[in-house]
């Protein structure tokens, strides 16, 4: 199994709902990554776990809080949403962390969650 | 700090025409170049890396070579098809991040 799973594919939310994005590999990798992503634009990185541990925040707002229940899931819970925040938000693993220099040690994506804030 | 340029604007080209997008990038060290690629609503994949100067990676007809001298990682493909049109994204590695250039729109007509 070389995927990175994401559910689910489209949500659409009001701004006082709580909702949560879920994202599963089974690939042994140790590394955990939400990014989000705007039209036209490049990902951004919000959360790394590593190991099961929060190792970096990109100063992502409280409404966004991420969980790791174990070495192969990662969530995102969802409360209060803004409609900017709307976007694409991307899950990605990795072997290990991001400060392996063997080159090997890549980012798998999977598809996506496309979320509508109204 | 480390940062990754991709040349402005979408890139609109025949069926088997040649393609190159220009990546050039700044950074401390020798990090690692990656080239991802974006289908229409889809995630990023993987299209190619290198490790180190020199270096070539390729993949499905695409080529990009680490050239150090030059800070550049271009990516080049002989042929294009329709179906290689997608968002292309140059990427550098380092301080435990990915960074991302702005990618490029490439849209191949039949």
């Known amino acids: 199994d070389t995927e990175v799973t994401q559910t689910p594919k489209h949500l659409v939310m009001g701004m006082t709902n709580k909702k949560s994005l879920k994202c599963e590999q089974h690939?042994?990798?140790?590394?955990m990554y939400w990014y989000k992503q705007k039209a036209k634009k490049p990902p951004e990185l919000m959360f790394v776990y590593s190991y099961e541990k929060l190792s970096i925040n990109e100063s992502v707002p409280s409404r966004f809080s991420p969980e790791c229940p174990n070495s192969s899931l990662l969530n995102l819970h969802l409360h209060a949403l803004q409609p900017e925040d709307s976007a694409l938000y991307l899950c990605?693993?990795?072997?290990?962390?991001?400060?392996?220099?063997?080159?090997?040690?890549?980012?798998?994506f999977g598809a996506g969650s496309r979320l509508t804030v109204l | 700090g480390n940062s990754v340029t991709q040349m402005e604007g979408p890139v609109t080209l025949s069926e088997e025409a040649f393609l190159t997008i220009n990546c050039t990038y700044t950074?401390?060290?020798?990090?690692?170049l990656f080239w991802y690629v974006q289908y229409p609503g889809e995630g990023l994949q993987l299209l190619l890396k290198?490790?180190?100067?020199?270096d070539k990676g390729s993949n499905k007809g695409f080529e990009a070579t680490y050239r150090k001298e030059t800070t550049s990682f271009h990516l080049e493909k002989g042929s294009v098809q329709v179906s290689d049109s997608a968002v292309y994204f140059c990427?550098?590695?380092?301080?435990?991040?990915?960074?991302f250039g702005k990618g490029n729109q490439v849209v191949v007509i039949p």
């Open positions: 690939m042994g990798h140790r590394a």
């Open positions: 290198a490790t180190k100067a020199d």
């Open positions: 950074a401390t060290g020798y990090p690692s």
């Open positions: 990605a693993s990795s072997q290990i962390g991001l400060a392996d220099i063997s080159g090997a040690n890549v980012l798998t």
């Open positions: 990427a550098l590695k380092g301080n435990n991040r990915l960074a």
